[in-house]
């Protein structure tokens, strides 16, 4: 079968995704370049709450019960001249929990589709260990919506399914299974999952093992999954604050570019396993919502006729448009780790106008923003400092640039504006030569750190941070 099971070129890279779509009316959800300015952030708080209060019902509460983000991907629309469609087909998509319990509600989104989202079949269960199709005899469940097995989804909205009855432990693979009926394009999706996934011909949704047509590495029309109840083999209280979830916002790097695929060696997968390990906490969800290319400030603004036009639309709405949606909707969000900036530093003349070339204090007053937001809801916030670039084959780096990384990374470790600080640059930095990467750590671009490098950073977490 066509496999496209290896780790997708960053999209920085600028990859070529084919001839040019049909068009389907995607500028109606466009967003256009916003630069942070004094003043604003109210109202792109309000823009973003707004789209976010068009999902239905919320996740907590429901039944009486609460509950807790266990997975979670933040969505992006895809450039014009990306063709993915699915037509009569199921998406069988593997996802791994960070906290368990005993029911849970998946999430489907249709945030960028211009036309209703049509939805056969959904169904889950626990995926058999290893990178295949098959699901753990006995846990296949259906999953429903008001009652019902099928789902239209409008554009621009997200829907929490009802709860299912499952086990759902710590740490554990599960498989969705998402029937389309009818020819659907793939408008809303995170792009770099570094999980297989697959694609398989009719709906064999509730096939325990299913025959793909091609595989691929993205998440399509699936944003979250919440968990209720203790996990199974766990002590119910187990854990101070045990019942919350911790969101990593930031670009590819909380993603997890240049991880192994299907290993969930991402830096906030690693987090999730220390406080269960460490801190005794399994009812703990870490939520990535993380984007590869995301800058803080502005949305994705290629130079037009550029290569990265056919990839930039990738890179999602700017940190602080899309913070409430990603981050302040989450289910039992109560805390969150800010890692963004470098897309900010290193976009401008190469994948947006070098017009767009960012000061520390417009980076300061991005950071600012997303404090606001974070405390007015009762949120707790910290700031990661970002990582060196020095050598990096991207050509990120600046002198110039690299002093705004100084100025800003100073900031975040000595202002107090953050309610905590994580140290990810002298985590990963070479002590030799502190703006590169440290060898070891680098996956060989100078930008973006290896499984190692992952596990230093989330050594480098402070856990008393999230009590």
Do not use: C
Request: net charge neutral.
């Amino acid at each position: 079968m066509p496999d496209e099971a290896t780790p997708p070129p960053d999209p920085r890279h600028g990859p070529s995704r084919g001839p040019s779509r049909r068009s389907l009316g995607r500028a109606a959800v466009a967003v256009a370049a916003t630069p942070v300015l004094a003043g604003t952030w109210q109202a792109l708080t309000a823009t973003a709450a707004s789209a976010a209060e068009t999902d239905g019902a919320a996740a907590d509460g429901a039944q009486g019960r609460a509950w807790t983000g266990t997975w979670a991907a933040a969505e992006t629309t895809a450039p014009a001249s990306d063709t993915t469609a699915f037509a009569d087909q199921t998406l069988r998509q593997v996802v791994h929990t960070s906290a368990g319990g005993r029911a849970l509600r998946i999430r489907l989104t249709n945030r960028y589709g211009t036309e209703p989202l049509v939805v056969g079949e959904v169904r889950v269960a626990r995926s058999v260990p290893g990178d295949g199709t098959a699901v753990v005899p006995g846990t296949d469940r259906a999953v429903r919506f008001g009652g019902r097995t099928s789902v239209t989804l409008a554009p621009g909205t997200r829907r929490w399914s009802d709860p299912v009855s499952l086990d759902v432990p710590t740490a554990a693979d599960l498989a969705v299974s998402v029937y389309l009926p009818q020819a659907t394009p793939a408008d809303t999706v995170h792009r770099s999952a570094f999980q297989r996934n697959y694609v398989a011909a009719g709906n064999v949704a509730a096939k325990p093992a299913v025959e793909p047509v091609r595989s691929v590495t993205s998440w399509y029309f699936l944003a979250g999954i919440a968990v209720t109840g203790a996990a199974p083999g766990s002590d119910a209280g187990a854990g101070t604050g045990s019942r919350q979830a911790i969101v990593a916002f930031g670009d590819s790097i909380t993603d997890g570019s240049a991880t192994t695929v299907g290993a969930n060696r991402r830096w906030p997968d690693v987090l999730a396993r220390r406080l269960r390990d460490e801190a005794g906490r399994p009812g703990t969800g870490v939520l990535n919502a993380g984007i590869g290319g995301n800058r803080l400030l502005r949305d994705p603004n290629p130079p037009p006729g550029s290569n990265a036009e056919r990839y930039a639309p990738f890179f999602g709405e700017a940190g602080i448009r899309r913070f409430a949606r990603d981050v302040l909707d989450q289910p039992a969000a109560r805390h969150v780790v800010v890692l963004l900036g470098i897309n900010d530093l290193g976009h401008p003349g190469r994948d947006a106008p070098r017009d767009e070339e960012v000061t520390a204090a417009d980076l300061i007053n991005g950071h600012r923003s997303l404090i606001r937001q974070a405390h007015a809801r009762g949120l707790r916030i910290h700031g990661a400092t970002v990582l060196p670039v020095e050598g990096d084959d991207l050509g990120f780096y600046t002198p110039e640039r690299e002093e705004v990384r100084q100025t800003v990374n100073d900031w975040i470790r000595t202002a107090g504006e953050y309610d905590g600080t994580v140290d990810f640059d002298a985590a990963t930095r070479d002590p030799a030569h502190p703006s590169r990467l440290l060898a070891a750590y680098d996956s060989g671009d100078g930008l973006h750190p290896n499984d190692a490098g992952m596990e230093a950073m989330a050594a480098s977490i402070p856990l008393r941070l999230f009590t």
